[in-house]
């Protein structure tokens, strides 16, 4: 019998991390990744093993909980996405892995939001988008799902088919925002 094993490669991204002015896209590591859908009338008991398990209970639609490297955020109704550690089993709930699915970006500087303001239709100003908080848009055709993982870091998740549109996408917007 023959023994094969898939090697991990990296989505195509180009050269990262690139720097214009005071900002920073870099690719991200946010570790595993599974979807979790909890049947009905099991949210309440899907999140209680959670944080029972990673420490990390289900979020209210637009948040993300953190905790030791374990991570949930809110990515659309019904629907939330565990990173950095694999869910315990969740007979409540529909769990899917996601690892190879999505690339994960970091935009680090004061002015990701004016960056971001280019490219979605929702204000990531801190005030409008605090720290935790996680949406789901469109980015010039897009879908990606965004959240604010510190106070100058978004923390941007899309398909990873489109990593190399991406990278190029928030690059030139990047680039404009530096040049004011």
Excluded: Y
């Excluded at 004016?114 to 409008?128: H, N």
Aim: net charge neutral; aromatic share 4%; no cysteine.
């Amino acid at each position: 019998m023959t023994d094969f094993r898939l090697a991990s490669v990296p989505p195509a991204t180009g050269p990262l991390p690139v720097t214009r002015g005071a900002m920073t896209l870099s690719l991200a590591d946010p570790g595993p990744l599974w979807s979790v859908a909890p049947h009905r009338g099991e949210a309440a008991a899907v999140s209680r093993a959670l944080q029972e398990a990673i420490g990390v209970s289900l979020p209210g639609p637009g948040r993300r909980h953190a905790a030791g490297g374990a991570s949930v955020q809110w990515f659309g109704r019904n629907l939330w996405l565990v990173a950095g550690v694999a869910p315990p089993d969740l007979p409540g709930a529909a769990v899917t892995d996601q690892g190879d699915g999505w690339v994960t970006f970091d935009l680090a500087g004061p002015e990701g939001a004016d960056v971001m303001a280019r490219l979605i239709p929702v204000d990531t100003r801190p005030a409008a988008m605090p720290d935790q908080a996680a949406i789901r848009t469109e980015l010039h055709g897009m879908m990606v799902a965004v959240a604010r993982t510190a106070p100058d870091t978004l923390r941007i998740m899309g398909f990873r088919s489109m990593a190399s549109t991406l990278t190029r996408t928030i690059t030139e917007a990047m680039e404009r925002v530096a040049a004011i």
